[in-house]
């Protein structure tokens, strides 16, 4: 199956919640230290109301997972890059999110 891509470097397999879209290409537009960001699944949540929130995770292979809150969901985001979970959550900050 083939990802659809935004400047080749966020994959949109399928939807992405409310808000946080602007907030990937902003960060993908100020950090070429990462290389992609890959939304997974969406799922219905009871405390993701007002602006963006992101949670930094877990480590993976090439780079880290986070968890995107906004508009009565959450979603996965698979971050490839080699910043430190400080860093990248710096670059979230900076791209318009506030931490989870």
């Keep these: 199956m083939r990802l659809r891509t935004a400047q080749d470097r966020l994959k949109i397999e399928h939807s992405i919640i409310d808000g946080v879209r602007g907030i990937l290409e902003q960060l993908l537009a100020a950090n070429p230290s990462v290389r992609s960001v890959i939304p997974g699944v969406i799922r219905?949540?009871?405390?993701?109301?007002?602006?963006?929130?992101?949670?930094?995770?877990?480590?993976?292979?090439?780079?880290?997972?986070?968890?995107?809150l906004s508009a009565g969901a959450r979603q996965e985001l698979f971050v490839s890059t080699n910043l430190a979970k400080e860093d990248l959550e710096a670059a979230f900050r900076k791209a318009g999110a506030d931490l989870a």
């Design 44 to 68: 219905p949540v009871r405390d993701a109301r007002g602006k963006v929130k992101v949670r930094v995770t877990v480590p993976t292979q090439n780079g880290w997972k986070a968890i995107a």
